[in-house]
Nanobody, 126 residues
């Protein structure tokens, strides 16, 4: 699979909103495991949202009710809508799929993700 490519990260103020996008290979959209991770300096990579082939979603407790993951199968794009952003949401955000050759992380939906983009930086200031 081609490496995913994220976009949409920027600096916002507390309470703001952002929409992240990820262009991924068509194969990824037929898989049961697609998701978003984040990583801030000195911390491990955290699985924050995931979506299955049939559109079922799941979220980490820290973002439940504020973040929404969605996908456009026709345009091969994965999204992460983020509302009510807080300073603790500051991190590099990564789109994650399977079928790659990168480092493997266990994430939501019980999946092992190993295909990563370069990441997109989200910074939330108070």
């Amino acid at each position: 699979q081609a490496q995913p490519m994220e976009s949409g990260g920027e600096s916002v103020q507390t309470g703001g909103s952002l929409k992240l996008s990820c262009a991924a290979s068509a194969d990824a959209f037929g898989d049961d495991c697609m998701g978003w991770f984040r990583q801030s300096p000195g911390k491990g990579r955290e699985s924050v949202a995931a979506i299955s082939r049939d559109g079922s979603t799941t979220y980490a407790d820290a973002v439940e009710g504020r973040f929404t993951i969605s996908k456009d199968n026709y345009n091969n794009t994965l999204y992460l809508h983020m509302n009510s952003l807080q300073p603790e949401d500051t991190a590099m955000y990564y789109c994650a799929t399977r079928g790659g050759s990168g480092r493997t992380y266990y994430g939501l939906l019980g999946c092992l993700y190993n295909s990563w983009g370069q990441g997109t930086q989200v910074t939330v200031s108070s």
